[in-house]
């Protein structure tokens, strides 16, 4: 699977929209990118996940370069609720392992 | 809530003793897989177990088994506990042809 990169943590004002980098230069053509956020102690949420196309569900917008190399996380309007550990992942589909790095550490501010 | 539970939430033992983690899971879903994640670290992959068979292991010794029945539901088993398995232990569930999986919320597993 290929690796993924995240900065370490950012933060955030509540209600302002939250942008989340990450990159996968070595992602291969079968590998979708997935998006789980884990909120401490929790089981990992899953959040959102594309091939190609930008994809949006009720959760966030996932926005993924054409060349496929990295892609942004969009939380439209943060809210102290998402404060928690968003892992962004490359793999083949639910039945693949999923490789979890440390994630970046989101903090927002009322 | 995804529909998948683990049992127990937490649980004490000490080293040298075995442990037995259950989960069930989502209706529907097939495959179960079992993660471990150590303090301040990311989930690490143990092992897929999909119609009751092992269906890929990550870099765990043989102490760590695991089970899968008919009704989906899966054990995971943990022989000889060292200090270093003291972790929270998820469980995700999928189904064969879609795209996701979808976590429990973990049983805390102290080693002392």
């Known amino acids: 699977d290929a690796k993924t990169t995240q900065p370490p943590s950012m933060d955030c004002a509540e209600g302002r929209a939250a942008n989340l980098p990450c990159n996968h230069s070595?992602?291969?053509?079968?590998?979708?990118v997935y998006w789980y956020r884990q909120i401490h102690s929790q089981g990992p949420q899953y959040i959102i996940h594309g091939l190609k196309n930008n994809e949006t569900n009720e959760m966030a917008s996932l926005i993924i370069t054409e060349d496929r190399k990295s892609s942004t996380l969009i939380l439209p309007h943060a809210t102290l609720r998402d404060t928690a550990v968003y892992y962004c992942i490359a793999a083949t589909g639910a039945n693949s392992k999923l490789t979890f790095g440390k994630g970046i550490t989101l903090s927002v501010r009322p | 809530e995804t529909g998948v539970t683990q049992s127990p939430t937490h649980l004490i033992k000490t080293r040298g003793q075995q442990v037995t983690l259950r989960c069930s899971s989502q209706?529907?879903?097939?495959?179960v897989s079992w993660y471990q994640q150590a303090l301040g670290q990311g989930p690490q992959f143990i092992f897929q177990y999909y119609r009751e068979e092992e269906n890929g292991r990550g870099n765990f010794p043989p102490r760590f088994s695991g089970l899968q029945f008919p009704n989906y539901s899966s054990e995971l088993n943990v022989n000889a506990l060292e200090l270093d398995d003291s972790a929270l232990y998820l469980c995700?569930?999928?189904?064969?042809?879609?795209?996701?999986?979808?976590f429990g919320p973990g049983t805390r597993l102290t080693v002392l």
């Open positions: 070595t992602i291969s053509g079968n590998e979708y």
């Open positions: 209706s529907g879903h097939n495959t």
């Open positions: 995700a569930s999928s189904a064969q042809g879609t795209d996701t999986q979808y």
